[in-house]
């Protein structure tokens, strides 16, 4: 009986397995985590896979050979644009994918990271088949056990829906979405919690591009306006340090940061104009006054739920408008810009109480910020800069340099400087933090090919606050180094080491003197090997070890994937099971997950305990493909009981 | 009043949980080879794998049995007595494992069932359940768990072996129980003929990670020399072997940075190979 049971099971892996061909890069996953681990900007995961996921339903036609087509693959630099740019037109069409990683510049890791992201086609057969209607429909459902112990107005499912279609120049789509303990529909008119939606014109000729509805828009560097990621991702993880402009619809699910109303992009020879208007709604926590007309805004709500009668209140409680230009010329190998922008709201902005590390938050109603910005290609250097300013004195300084002293090496270094009142409400400039204002600091970091299949990359970040900062009564400081080893001794192995030192400044916890300022370090040495032993099997092993200081808390995590895909049904399988055991929350470690198209998952792993998750992908047929995900994290908590949370996970994919 | 044998069993269990003496108590350790070389066995085939990693069963070609015992620290209430057996049949190569660790006053028992089979050339995985049994004497509560682990090994070249291992892998809701789970993941290789070292490393819930290295050298025919180190307790480990014809018989010793030495014989018996 029991041999029956053990032939069945190992039969059934053995004659259904083959590799799982799409390997999502650790580079990737890397940036992921890395985003998610910085609560200053909790959106950005969400966006970068958000982006991610528009790449993959419009894959960039990397034979069209165009800056702008190219340089949608965020995560490249400057130079990598560039050259590819420069490679199609003189080598002509890339044959292969993997023709990419011979590429100058270019290197097997860098050729995986874009696999997903491109196609070699360069453009529709026909004219029928270009303006022919493509429609894609995404559904989500999602349920966790462990929200919350209060009473919720709607229920423990979160439900997300998108849809967009395309045909021809023309595209459009929506997405309505209603967290966990939000109701499905509630307001005047009834509706989703969140709706978004846009209608988009994209043209060749001198009107490139016409936006109507939802949007995010980016000029320059970022520090007037940028509603997506920051730039300078990561301090070993080169790509989107240098600036690109750009409108583009609104798919994401940031409630707040986005704007809403009409956007367009003109072009004219070297010449291009951009128009933006919007009138949106946001969240807010008002002042309580008795005399309504003495409104007045406390602070911005920007988690986006809505589940209790509290947070209802908060919704679309304030209207913002914002405007700008940015023109943009471009001298051959000089390029620059000037970018006009004001933001106002409804009710003014009176934060209360009024800390001391919070004296140059924005207030009043108004926030206007002019801007200018460059980016120049020299032989083997681009330099970039911007200069902004909110009035006065206030100004962000942005300067940078990209050096590319030969092909296996890539320097990087970027000086930035947001001096005290300096507000941008939609800004995200580099090396800022979300707050944007007032500290100064200077980055750097290389990228090496040190042998054959060997690469090294590091980088430093130090940056200075010469005012307070939350739970800092002190000017202080920050500083993060980073090195990363990685090899790659053929297609089926890789061996990466990475270390990360982060220094921080905080008061000291003793509460009955005037605060001084301990230094919090934290080091992180992960080790990850991934390995597939046929093209039917990829297995990862994931080790990471964190010590933070002065408190001694260490966090340590064992992590096992398992990739597969079933050869006689379209199925694909993604395991993972980690053990973790930290002694807190700071110490607590970031995993990405495998997750639903268009998401990612990067639980933070703190505790004792571990984690586990299975997610398998069945591809229906060309046109449709269902997802299912179940995970469980078990932690220990009083007298080594343990609880369990777990998450189900549904989705569903239809193109037609 | 407290009874001294009450007394003696609390001090026992409290003193089994104490970290730094074992990392998982029902992590077994089994065959003196393995002690030999720090424990870093999850990537070796043998007769014992069915302790380890049961994928190892999958190259087994022979009836075999075998039998153990480890003597932690000198202490004979601390000993633990173990049994394997192997077999084949067709394509997957069974076994089962009878363990016994304690004394009278305090037992626990595991017995287990376990199957491995070669996936491919060079993929094999194994599963086992497992019945773990815990007696105490006086007013305590004894303790029956069934469990299951679960493993692959991979030939990654023809000198290199990677092997995976999962323990107790069942969400806590299923199990209703409190019992460890366990993941270990480790590589080895043939650096020469006589020749092998190997790495792992190893994480049990509520423990820290573990890392292990130990090596194997054959220093003359039919005479195999073994050492390690794990980071767990600072332990340094040695051991010896002999092949006599159908037997094999090794002697594996492990130290702890505070509480002495465990040493571990082991002997196998290959009855009948294919």
Wanted: proline content about 3%.
């Amino acid at each position: 009986m029991f041999k029956s049971a053990a032939i069945i099971f190992l039969a059934l892996l053995s004659g259904n397995t083959f590799c799982q061909e799409i390997k999502t890069s650790e580079r990737i996953a890397a940036i992921a985590e890395e985003l998610a681990a910085d609560e200053s900007d909790p959106g950005a995961a969400d966006l970068f896979s958000d982006w991610l996921f528009d790449l993959t339903t419009d894959p960039v036609k990397i034979n069209s050979g165009e800056e702008k087509e190219i340089s949608r693959l965020f995560f490249l630099t400057d130079f990598q644009v560039k050259i590819l740019v420069d490679y199609v037109k003189n080598s002509g069409k890339i044959v292969s994918s993997y023709e990419i990683a011979n590429i100058p510049g270019f290197d097997r890791e860098s050729a995986e990271m874009m696999i997903p992201f491109i196609t070699l086609i360069e453009k529709p057969a026909t004219l029928s088949e270009s303006t022919r209607l493509r429609q894609t429909l995404l559904s989500d459902f999602i349920y966790k056990n462990n929200i919350s112990d209060t009473p919720l107005l709607g229920s423990p499912w979160k439900i997300l829906t998108k849809y967009k279609f395309t045909s021809g120049n023309i595209s459009g789509g929506f997405t309505g979405k209603k967290d966990a303990g939000e109701k499905l529909i509630s307001g005047k008119p009834p509706l989703p919690d969140f709706l978004s939606g846009y209608l988009t014109y994209n043209g060749t000729g001198i009107i490139r591009h016409i936006i109507i509805g939802d949007y995010s828009a980016r000029f320059g560097q970022g520090t007037n306006i940028n509603t997506g990621i920051r730039s300078g991702l990561s301090l070993t993880t080169q790509g989107y340090l240098t600036g690109r402009s750009e409108i583009r619809p609104y798919t994401s699910t940031d409630e707040n940061n986005f704007f809403r109303g009409a956007a367009t992009q003109l072009s004219i020879r070297n010449f291009d104009f951009s128009i933006f208007l919007s009138v949106n709604k946001i969240d807010a926590t008002l002042n309580d006054t008795i005399d309504s007309s003495n409104q007045s805004i406390k602070s911005f709500y920007k988690t986006g739920l809505h589940t209790t009668s509290g947070t209802i209140l908060k919704k679309d409680a304030v209207r913002e408008t914002n405007y700008g230009v940015n023109f943009f010329y471009n001298f051959n190998n000089l390029r620059a810009g000037i970018i006009l922008t004001e933001t106002r709201f409804a009710l003014p902005v009176i934060p209360d109480p009024v800390e001391p590390a919070d004296k140059y938050n924005f207030t009043g109603r108004t926030n206007t910020i002019y801007t200018l910005y460059y980016n120049s290609l020299f032989k083997r250097f681009i330099f970039f800069g911007e200069l902004s300013n909110s009035g006065g004195k206030k100004y962000a300084f942005v300067q940078g340099v990209s050096f590319r002293p030969a092909d296996r090496l890539n320097i990087n270094l970027l000086y930035s400087n947001y001096s005290p009142g300096y507000i941008s409400i939609h800004g995200n400039g580099p090396a800022g933090s979300s707050a944007g204002n007032d500290e100064y600091g200077i980055l750097g970091n290389f990228t090496f090919e040190a042998a054959k299949f060997l690469f090294i990359s590091a980088g430093s970040d130090l940056k200075y606050y010469p005012w307070l900062r939350y739970r800092c009564s002190a000017p202080s400081l920050s500083k993060r180094h980073e090195i990363r080893i990685k090899y790659l001794p053929s297609q089926k192995l890789m061996f990466e080491t990475l270390y990360d030192f982060r220094l921080s400044m905080v008061d000291s916890p003793d509460e009955n003197k005037i605060p001084t300022q301990i230094n919090i370090i934290v080091q992180t040495v992960k080790w990850n090997i991934r390995y597939s032993p046929s093209d039917y099997l990829t297995l990862s092993t994931r080790v990471d070890y964190k010590i933070v200081k002065p408190s001694n808390s260490k966090g340590m995590l064992l992590l096992q994937d398992i990739n597969l895909r079933f050869r006689k049904f379209p199925v694909s399988m993604w395991i993972r099971y980690a053990i973790f055991n930290t002694g807190g929350y700071d110490s607590g470690l970031y995993t990405w997950e495998n997750d639903l198209l268009n998401s990612f998952s990067i639980p933070v792993l703190y505790g004792t305990g571990n984690r586990a998750y299975i997610l398998a992908s069945w591809r229906i047929s060309d046109k449709a493909e269902l997802r299912i995900k179940y995970g469980a994290t078990t932690t220990s908590v009083i007298n080594s009981r343990m609880k369990e949370a777990n998450e189900f996970k549904i989705q569903l994919k239809i193109m037609i | 009043m407290f009874s001294l044998q009450k007394i003696i069993v609390s001090l026992f269990v409290v003193f089994l949980s104490v970290k730094g003496f074992a990392s998982d108590p029902y992590g077994l350790s089994a065959g003196a080879r393995q002690t030999g070389m720090a424990q870093v066995c999850v990537m070796n085939n043998d007769l014992w794998s069915s302790f380890h990693n049961q994928a190892g069963l999958a190259y087994n070609k022979s009836f075999s049995f075998a039998l153990n015992y480890e003597n932690r620290f000198s202490i004979k209430e601390l000993g633990t007595r173990s049994a394997a057996i192997t077999l084949r049949a067709g394509r997957v190569s069974l076994g089962a494992v009878y363990s016994h660790f304690g004394y009278s006053d305090f037992r626990r028992q595991m017995t287990g069932l376990a199957c491995g089979m070669p996936l491919s050339n060079n993929i094999a995985a194994g599963v086992q359940i497992d019945y773990f049994s815990e007696r105490t004497t006086g007013e305590y509560n004894n303790n029956q768990i069934l469990t299951c682990e679960a493993g692959i090994n991979i030939t990654a070249a023809h000198n290199i072996k990677i092997g995976i291992h999962i323990f107790n892998p069942l969400p806590n809701s299923i199990r209703k129980s409190d019992m460890p789970t366990g993941l270990r993941a480790g590589a080895g290789a043939n650096l020469s003929e006589e020749l092998f070292a190997a790495v792992e490393t190893e994480m049990s819930t509520g423990h820290n990670l573990v890392i292990r290295s130990g090596f194997e050298y054959e220093m003359a025919k039919k005479f195999i020399i073994r050492g390690g180190f794990s980071t767990e307790n600072s332990s340094f480990c040695f051991g010896f072997g002999y092949r006599a014809g159908q037997a094999i018989i090794d002697f594996g010793f492990a130290t702890h940075e505070q509480l002495g030495i465990t040493s571990s014989v082991s002997i196998i018996f290959k009855i009948k190979e294919e």
